[in-house]
């Protein structure tokens, strides 16, 4: 079995929660929306990104991959819940980054689990 990486900012999940969100937050730059879109994938990439940054500060916390999971989900149906499937690049961008982020937040959860496990025992 590989070592679960248990330190601090090391755990590639995370950055890749930081990363997706980062780009979910910026889209509206480049892409073609309305306020309400632009302020939902905005809204909801920085707060997967901040969860990222959590995860990444505090290894152990279980709970954070969930929220990621939660956040991913929200991200995904965001297109048919706000209403903006006739944003293309907008809707696109929604639903890759929110499977993607339920796609990480699922992969990290066994190391955030065997952290948490492992700072139980010190």
């Not at 590639?12 to 910026?26: C, F, K, M, Q, S």
């Not at 499937?85 to 990290?108: E, P």
Request: charged share 10%.
């Amino acid at each position: 079995m590989s070592e679960v990486p248990t330190r601090a900012w090391t755990r590639p999940y995370d950055w890749a929660e930081v990363v997706i969100g980062v780009v979910a937050a910026l889209s509206p730059l480049w892409l073609n929306t309305d306020k309400m879109t632009m302020w939902t994938m905005v809204v909801l990439g920085a707060l997967i990104a901040i969860d990222g940054l959590v995860s990444l500060a505090t290894p152990g916390a279980v709970y954070s991959e969930g929220v990621q999971i939660v956040l991913g989900a929200l991200l995904f149906i965001a297109p048919w819940v706000m209403s903006y499937t006739q944003f293309n690049g907008a809707s696109w961008t929604s639903w890759v980054a929110g499977a993607l982020t339920i796609i990480a937040g699922a992969a990290a959860m066994p190391q955030a689990s065997a952290a948490h496990r492992m700072a139980g025992q010190h």
